[in-house]
């Protein structure tokens, strides 16, 4: 085709166009419908619903046991039965979602949780290495008794030295002592 002809085509026509869906699409956000399931399921599962169902259980079957003209769901109480399995029919597949919800959650969670078990781990082992290089380094420190010591040795050996060789000492300092420590 040229490229004029190309131009007069409509979007529908042309190939390169990738074509939308023909049919209503449904969009919904996942998250809202997931938050708005699992506040259903906490509510399901506390003891305020289980009152209220009670509640309304209770006046359902007074009301079409003892009010003559509102009987609108005579004694088998078929209707409340399928008011029941209806709500059973939503309940569980509500509940479903948000156990997959937090499993979920829970597996992101554990996950994190063994990253920063790694990362403490390897931290704590370099801070053991560490730790062990500056006792070796600290070992092969001369410490302040270690120095005394050695000065108070060359001290004496100076002073036998001096003792024993009687010209040293008309040529060196003669008064030792007098100097500040």
């Given at each position: 085709?040229?490229?004029?002809?190309?131009?007069?085509?409509?979007?529908?026509?042309?190939?390169?166009?990738?074509?939308?869906?023909?049919?209503?699409?449904?969009?919904?956000?996942?998250?809202?419908?997931?938050?708005?399931?699992?506040?259903?399921?906490?509510?399901?599962?506390?003891?305020?619903?289980?009152?209220?169902?009670?509640?309304?259980v209770?006046?359902?079957?007074?009301?079409?046991?003892?009010?003559?003209?509102?009987?609108?769901?005579?004694?088998?109480?078929?209707?409340?039965?399928?008011?029941?399995?209806?709500?059973?029919?939503?309940?569980?597949?509500?509940i479903?979602?948000?156990?997959?919800?937090?499993?979920?959650?829970?597996?992101?969670?554990?996950?994190?949780?063994?990253?920063?078990?790694?990362?403490?781990?390897?931290?704590?082992?370099?801070?053991?290495?560490?730790?062990?290089?500056?006792?070796?380094?600290?070992?092969?420190?001369a410490?302040?008794?270690?120095?005394?010591?050695?000065l108070?040795?060359?001290?004496?050996?100076?002073?036998?030295?001096?003792?024993?060789?009687?010209?040293?000492?008309?040529?060196?300092?003669?008064?030792?002592?007098?100097?500040p420590?």
């Open positions: 085709m040229s490229d004029k002809s190309t131009r007069n085509l409509s979007d529908r026509q042309r190939l390169e166009t990738p074509r939308g869906s023909r049919g209503f699409r449904f969009n919904y956000d996942v998250e809202a419908v997931g938050r708005v399931s699992e506040s259903i399921a906490r509510f399901l599962g506390t003891g305020r619903y289980l009152a209220i169902q009670t509640g309304i209770i006046v359902w079957i007074a009301l079409n046991l003892f009010a003559i003209r509102l009987q609108w769901d005579p004694y088998p109480f078929i209707l409340l039965n399928l008011a029941f399995s209806t709500q059973a029919a939503y309940a569980a597949p509500l479903l979602l948000a156990q997959n919800r937090q499993e979920n959650r829970d597996r992101v969670s554990l996950e994190e949780d063994r990253s920063r078990a790694e990362q403490t781990k390897a931290d704590t082992e370099f801070l053991a290495r560490e730790l062990a290089a500056l006792r070796i380094a600290v070992g092969e420190v410490t302040r008794d270690y120095v005394r010591r050695e108070d040795e060359i001290k004496t050996m100076l002073a036998e030295m001096q003792a024993a060789d009687p010209r040293e000492e008309d040529s060196g300092p003669t008064d030792t002592g007098s100097r420590k």
